[in-house]
C-alpha cells in the first residue's frame, strides 16, 4: 500500500514566490513547515492507502473523468489560514474560480466512491497550502506579515490536466512522485 492523492501540479510565478520568500523572512525562527515551490499543486481528492488494485482502478477512472472534460483556467489570490486568529494550523493562498474546480472534484470525488475511498463530507474549497504551522512564539507578527499579501493577484493557472500522486513522507518534509498524468481532451 502507498499514500495517495489526486491533484493539480502548479508551477510558482515570480509574485508568489516572492511573496513565500517576504513571509518566510518576516516568520524566520517560528515553528512552521513550508512547502517547497516544487510541491505546489491543488489536492483534488486525498486517498491515503492505496492498494495495487486500487491504483488500477483509479488510473482508468481518471482517464475516463479526464477524456470528456475541458481545460479552464483559475486564479491564485489573496492569502489566508485555516484554524483559530490565536491558532492559525495552514497558512494558504485562495483560489478564484468559476466552478470547474469543484465540479471537477466532485466528479473525481463521487468515481473514487466505487473503489473503497470515502465520499468528502465537507463542501471542497481549492487552495494552495504555503505552510502547516506548529507553534508560533508572535501570533500578531504572523497577521503583521501576512497583512500585506490577502488582496494580491498572483497568477492565472491554466489546467489542462490533473496528476495521481504517491505522497511519500520523508523527515525533510512529503514528496510527490507523479503515477500517472491525464490530460483534458478538450484544449
Not at 505546489?40 to 479526464?66: N, Y
Not at 505552510?131 to 500585506?148: E, G, M, Q, V, Y
Request: proline share 3%; net charge positive; with cysteine.
Amino acid at each position: 500500500m502507498i499514500r495517495t492523492f489526486i491533484g493539480i501540479k502548479l508551477n510558482a510565478s515570480d509574485a508568489l514566490s516572492d511573496c513565500c520568500k517576504d513571509i518566510q523572512r518576516g516568520l524566520k525562527g517560528e515553528g512552521i513547515n513550508w512547502v517547497k515551490p516544487d510541491n505546489f499543486h491543488l489536492t483534488l481528492k486525498f486517498l491515503g492507502k492505496t492498494s495495487e488494485a486500487q491504483i488500477l482502478q483509479v488510473i482508468e477512472s481518471l482517464r475516463e473523468v479526464t477524456a470528456r472534460l475541458f481545460s479552464f483556467s483559475f486564479q491564485l489570490k489573496g492569502i489566508g489560514y485555516f484554524g483559530r486568529k490565536k491558532e492559525p494550523r495552514v497558512l494558504w493562498i485562495g483560489v478564484e474560480e468559476g466552478g470547474n474546480l469543484k465540479y471537477l472534484q466532485k466528479l473525481i470525488d463521487q468515481s473514487m466512491v466505487d473503489f473503497g475511498f470515502e465520499a468528502e463530507k465537507m463542501d471542497y474549497k481549492p487552495h494552495l497550502t504555503l505552510a502547516r504551522i506548529k507553534k508560533l512564539s508572535d501570533c500578531n507578527k504572523f497577521h503583521r506579515t501576512i497583512l500585506p499579501f490577502q488582496n494580491i493577484h498572483f497568477q492565472e493557472e491554466l489546467v489542462q490536466g490533473i496528476t495521481f500522486f504517491e505522497s511519500r513522507l520523508t523527515q525533510e518534509g512529503a514528496i510527490y512522485l507523479p503515477i500517472a498524468e491525464h490530460k483534458f481532451n478538450f484544449h
